[in-house]
């Protein structure tokens, strides 16, 4: 916008209208521009550049290049970590880490911390060893053995009375009776059946009665004896003559790990261990005493 002189408002007629004046005046505002006011400031001179200092350069094999990677999204690939933390685990594992971790931190009374005290590992190798001579039929061979004393009896043909074959005995109220009867020889139970409440009473009772019992890893390995997915527990009734011998130095050993260590059995609890940052947090305040103890001594 062109400049405006504030000289010919004295030279204004007397006819000049009163909305003559205020748009002169308005254009007078309006055409001032700050920006043609000169800066009465001196400008100082820049400083001499000083003499920088020059990186020395690291002496490198040309050939290889740096390629920095961008692991932003769409960028280079991910390297390899343990993603087990951010898996969504199915809830059956879930619960069963849950229950670990509880038996751990809580107090855990003796007739139930008694089932973590499994056989060791010779003795029940020796155990499913004999026990496996002794597996019940299968439901094929019971089928075989059906029809071939239907075909007897059409027949009527004279049976040979023969005895009852030794076969490993399974389900909880069958070996409950068996040892109410003390008809059963050894009695073997699982350690992790769940509710525990199945067979919790089931030790007493086996010492009650005299009977020899054990506590073995694990259920699955007892049902693969019987032809199932899972036993509780299972019940041998008697051996063949040629397997009395290793039978009777078994029964030895278990008789002093489990029915003769009744006393000591009743007064071990288990748990009441801490976690790992609980631990942390405990033996950082004790080496704190430590150090206080130690400096006011000497």
Not at 224 to 245: F, Q
Not at 264 to 281: D, M, P, T
Request: charged residues 30%.
């Amino acid at each position: 916008m062109g400049t405006f002189n504030i000289s010919k408002l004295g030279t204004t007629t007397s006819t000049t209208t009163a909305a003559t004046r205020c748009r002169t005046l308005l254009l007078c505002f309006f055409a001032f521009n700050p920006d043609q006011v000169k800066d009465t400031k001196k400008k100082v001179a820049a400083a001499p550049l000083g003499s920088k200092k020059v990186a020395e350069k690291k002496a490198g094999n040309p050939l290889i290049q740096k390629r920095t990677r961008n692991f932003g999204i769409g960028g280079d690939v991910q390297p390899k970590r343990d993603m087990g933390r951010f898996v969504r685990w199915p809830r059956y594992v879930r619960l069963q880490r849950q229950r670990a971790v509880l038996y751990e931190r809580l107090k855990v009374p003796p007739s139930i911390n008694q089932f973590t005290k499994c056989l060791d590992k010779n003795n029940a190798t020796e155990l499913f060893r004999l026990l496996s001579k002794y597996r019940p039929e299968t439901s094929a061979q019971k089928t075989e053995r059906l029809k071939a004393e239907a075909v007897a009896k059409v027949d009527a043909k004279k049976r040979d009375p023969t005895k009852k074959p030794l076969l490993v005995k399974y389900g909880l109220n069958h070996i409950t009776g068996l040892v109410e009867k003390k008809a059963a020889q050894l009695v073997v139970i699982a350690h992790d059946v769940d509710p525990v409440e199945l067979v919790l009473w089931l030790p007493a009772l086996c010492r009650k009665m005299d009977i020899p019992y054990c506590i073995v890893k694990s259920k699955a390995r007892l049902g693969a004896l019987v032809h199932l997915k899972t036993a509780t527990a299972v019940a041998i009734t008697g051996v063949k003559n040629e397997d009395k011998p290793q039978f009777a130095k078994l029964l030895e050993s278990i008789r002093a790990n489990y029915n003769e260590k009744h006393a000591e059995i009743r007064r071990s609890w288990g748990g009441g261990v801490l976690g790992q940052k609980s631990r942390n947090r405990t033996a950082k305040l004790e080496k704190i005493k430590a150090k206080e103890a130690a400096a006011k001594l000497g």
